[in-house]
């Protein structure tokens, strides 16, 4: 069974950093995409960030592209989303996702999802 726990969350000032974890248990996960999403009180769920655990590829949405990282350790079968220059409007609830499917990076179907990690960001 996999089981995806993210940590890293918290309360930051507008312009300050967090890194958020996810670690990932259950399966091996070389062959998975990993990916990040957020959601935001009263607005849907929004992708930002996908890597390929194999390759290390990434792929990120455009709000967040040279601010955010995603990237993993494949020893400790975890995956990292280094978030920089935060904003006020990154608040929301941070999503790990898997999918053990070989799609394309740019897809949005993921099977396994964690029970996400609080992130607000203050002005």
């Known amino acids: 069974q996999v089981q995806l726990v993210e940590s890293g969350g918290g309360l930051v000032q507008a312009g300050g950093s967090l890194r958020l974890s996810c670690a990932a248990s259950g399966r091996t996960f070389s062959s998975y995409r990993m990916g990040w999403f957020r959601q935001a009180p009263g607005k849907e769920r929004e992708f930002i960030a996908a890597i390929r655990w194999s390759s290390g590829s990434t792929y990120y949405a455009d709000s967040v592209k040279g601010r955010f990282t995603i990237s993993r350790d494949n020893a400790k079968n975890t995956v990292y989303l280094q978030m920089n220059s935060l904003k006020p409007e990154d608040t929301a609830v941070y999503y790990c996702?898997?999918?053990?499917?070989?799609?394309?990076?740019?897809?949005?179907?993921?099977?396994?999802w964690g029970q996400g990690t609080q992130v607000t960001v203050s002005s």
């Open positions: 996702a898997a999918e053990p499917l070989p799609l394309t990076l740019t897809s949005m179907t993921y099977r396994y």
